[in-house]
């Protein structure tokens, strides 16, 4: 097929490409220039911020329009197959097989969502590709349908694979129930065990076999227990000479390598002394908080993900660092509570690493009003989206209205890191002191 563009007759992209164009849109160019055009959208970014700013009569204090200094971009130290975590969905295929295993082009709302293999992705590596294309065989065997949607019945969901550079592969099957009893769940988890232990899919090698029964889109291990059907409960990460355990729902940085270069400059833009205490929040298995460990005299790490508090206390006893404490429930529950009667007399530093979601505002504000923390630093993977408005609400002059009285926070510093080569983000650490 062939449709005019720009006056041309162009060929119509092939499903590959429009999958590499929504996943992956920077592929085609050289990795510098995928750089550059990075180091660009994160100035504009900054330029926004200083705008915002300005509208609270704040002006910017840096050439260009900038809010802070912006330092050049780091570099990924790895450019393809970089990912430790892929998540691949079940639906209909280009050619129409509802059982295809990929990812998605199209959109629910459109109703043109179509399930395009990701062999040919860069950044996905060929360990997760191989899992997938193992999954889809043992799928495309079974008698029970692929669940597409929800109220239409069928059974198999998304798959999660998760690797590690010490060679350990997990993956977790998504399950819906739909009026299945146990003794036919029990066939399919025994189906499914044999088919990755002996049969076709002994090829994956797999450390840890999860399988999830699941009536919702998303499921904590809370709302339905990830069960094992094989191999080890974790697997291992090494980070910064620190060995990690990962559980099915932990959170980890989807780039091992770039997050260790992350890490490491975030531990020099804490200028910690030995005194400090430093305040993890968003912690996930405590891979910020253990490697500046021996840098502070304690380390308090937040996190929602039962699970994941379990691996940050496993982490810190394995490693033998006893100068950590981590707690587990939603930050903004936790965490007023923890500032609200803090009287330590040591210098108190933060580190906030949110989801794309960004902090709340309960977070945001127990942060300003806990005069101890004069050094912050804000991890974010979408500085452009929900945490724009952290930003504005630790800058903003004091409002008693909303019981916000701490003193203000200023953007001192920015610098990019390419966690997602060939993609459009970055993670930005903002430095924020008062």
Known sequence: ???????????????????????????????????????????????????????????????????????????????????????????????????????????????????????????????????????????????????????AGGHWRELVVRTTSRGHTMAIITFHPQELGQEALATQKALLKEFFTCGPGAVCALT??????????????????????????????????????VSPDAFFQVNTAGAEVLYQTVGKLCQTTGDAVLLDICCGTGAIGLSLAHQVSKVIGVEVVEKAVEDAKWNAAFNGISNCEFHGGKAEAVLPQLLASWEDARPLVAVVNPSRAGLHYRVVRAIRNCRSIRRLLYISCKPEGEAMRNFLELCCPPDPRKKLTGEPFAPVLAIPFDLFPHTVHCELVLLFTR
Not at 223 to 238: D, R
């Open 1 to 151: 097929k062939k449709k005019a563009r720009g006056g041309c007759n162009l060929p119509e992209p092939s499903w590959e490409e429009r999958l590499a164009n929504a996943v992956t849109p920077l592929w085609r160019l050289p990795y510098q220039e995928q750089l550059q055009v990075k180091y660009e959208n994160q100035r504009k970014i900054l330029q926004t911020l200083a705008s915002r700013l300005e509208e609270l009569g704040i002006d910017a204090q840096e050439p260009g329009g900038l809010c802070c200094p912006l330092q050049p971009l780091v570099p990924s130290p790895i450019i393809n197959g970089y990912r430790n975590k892929s998540t691949f969905s079940v639906n209909r295929g280009p050619d129409g097989n509802p059982k295809t295993v990929g990812l998605y082009v199209g959109t629910g709302k459109a109703r043109n969502i179509v399930c395009v293999k990701a062999d040919h992705l860069e950044n996905i590596p060929p360990k997760h590709k191989q899992v997938a294309q193992c999954y889809e065989e043992f799928i495309c065997r079974s008698p029970l349908d692929s669940c597409i949607l929800f109220r």
């Open 208 to 245: 840890s076999l999860y399988f999830q029964e699941s009536t919702m889109t998303r499921c904590s291990h809370e709302q339905s227990p990830f069960q094992l059907l094989h191999g080890e409960p974790h697997i291992f990460e090494e980070l910064r000479g620190l060995k990690f355990r």
